[in-house]
């Protein structure tokens, strides 16, 4: 039985991530368990994004990584995503975990330099198969990082 702790609010004193969703896990769809967050500037109640972090892995993170985000356009450009990457990794450390997956679409510069800012390592650009529900939306291929935590 999965247990989510208490990382209702994070901040690093520039950024928030503010829990907006805890999603049990999902076996028939190989849902694992996760923690949602709305971004938002500090003690600002706007929105400029979100992010979510999966706990554990299996062949979904395989393809979908471990860690979804996404920043409003009007505030790209600032680290956010980086930043509160750097802050949900004390989630996952909190759950056992020493290594995260970040998948990307291989023409997403932005998010690849993401990644790269954090020190994650790309290990291979992956074909999706037919089955996964990000080929069934229409992607083809995914970039596949590790991000290791345990440092």
């Known amino acids: 039985m999965f247990t989510f702790l208490n990382f209702d609010y994070l901040t690093d004193g520039e950024i928030d991530l503010v829990i907006e969703e805890k999603s049990e896990a999902y076996e028939p769809k190989g849902y694992l368990p996760a923690y949602k967050y709305g971004i938002k500037l500090h003690n600002d ?3 400029i994004g979100r992010i979510d972090i999966r706990i554990g892995h299996n062949r979904n993170t395989y393809y979908g990584g ?3 985000y996404e920043i409003d356009e009007a505030y790209r450009g600032n680290h956010y995503a980086a930043k509160a990457c750097m802050l949900a990794k ?3 450390q909190a759950h056992g975990m020493d290594r995260l997956l970040i ?3 291989p023409s997403n510069l932005p998010s690849r330099k993401t990644c790269e800012y954090i020190g994650a390592k790309l290990l291979e650009i992956v074909d ?8 069934q ?3 083809r ?3 596949r ?3 290791v935590i345990n440092v």
């Open 137 to 139: 939306r229409g992607d």
């Open 90 to 92: 004390q989630v996952a």
């Open 66 to 68: 471990n860690i979804g």
């Open 128 to 135: 999706l198969p037919e089955d996964n529900e990000m080929y």
């Open 103 to 105: 998948t990307n679409d």
């Open 141 to 143: 291929q995914k970039c």
């Open 45 to 47: 109640s706007r929105s």
């Open 145 to 147: 990082y590790e991000w």
